[in-house]
């Protein structure tokens, strides 16, 4: 049996997919889907695994004391205000969110039908869950253009998206490591390069 089997069915070839904070990747995935291609968006499943998953609810409680869920759901603002002070503890943090993120995408990819599914999330290769897929794409854009896009859709100064770009890995580093990667400048068109990965590596 090959890699990537099971004994009914083969298990669909899983791709990620990545970039940069303003960077378009979420635009790029919603074109995955049009495509009939299924779309695991990472950031949103942890989200809700922390409400959701109650070994994770534990250990984040630990971390952040009892002030870490307000009611049922997590208590972003008490936890953001820790984290943005604290890199330490944001790594604690994310050491107990990816490693059950990865278990649920793996676990949803399993009931997948289609021949590959797409992996979104922020942080592929800082998380690890790189080394679980088969391929990444990565979706890059100017650097003013990605500020721009940030500013608009959070309402935030210049200054605070330069510090969430400082905070990430850097772009050029990023785009190396990645098989494939998707221009999103407003110049190229997004859909025909969707299209050429679509079609050379898994139409069939």
């Known amino acids: 049996m090959k890699a990537g089997e099971s004994p009914g069915r083969p298990i669909p070839l899983a791709?990620?997919?990545?970039?940069?904070?303003?960077?378009?990747?979420?635009?790029?995935?919603?074109?995955?889907?049009?495509?009939?291609?299924?779309?695991?968006?990472?950031?949103?499943?942890?989200?809700?695994?922390?409400?959701?998953?109650?070994?994770?609810?534990?250990?984040?409680i630990g971390l952040f004391g009892e002030k870490a869920y307000s009611s049922t759901e997590l208590n972003r603002k008490h936890i953001s205000s820790i984290v943005f002070n604290d890199p330490g503890k944001l790594a604690r943090l994310n050491a107990l969110v990816h490693p059950v993120t990865i278990r649920d995408a793996e676990e949803w990819r399993k009931k997948q039908t289609t021949p590959y599914i797409i992996k979104e999330a922020a942080l592929l290769f800082e998380s690890g869950a790189s080394k679980a897929l088969d391929k990444v794409?990565?979706?890059?854009?100017?650097?003013?253009?990605?500020?721009?896009?940030?500013?608009?859709?959070?309402?935030?100064?210049?200054?605070?998206?330069?510090?969430?770009?400082?905070?990430?890995?850097?772009?050029?580093?990023?785009?190396?490591?990645?098989?494939?990667?998707i221009v999103n400048d407003e110049v190229q068109f997004l859909v025909p390069q969707v299209l050429k990965f679509h079609q050379l590596h898994f139409l069939y």
């Open 15 to 60: 791709v990620g997919l990545t970039g940069g904070i303003g960077s378009g990747k979420t635009v790029v995935a919603k074109i995955f889907e049009c495509l009939g291609v299924p779309v695991y968006y990472a950031d949103n499943e942890a989200k809700r695994l922390m409400n959701e998953d109650p070994g994770l609810r534990s250990e984040i």
């Open 137 to 181: 794409i990565g979706v890059s854009a100017p650097l003013e253009l990605r500020i721009r896009r940030v500013m608009n859709r959070d309402l935030v100064t210049r200054d605070e998206v330069l510090k969430r770009i400082g905070s990430q890995m850097d772009e050029k580093e990023k785009m190396g490591l990645c098989d494939y990667v």
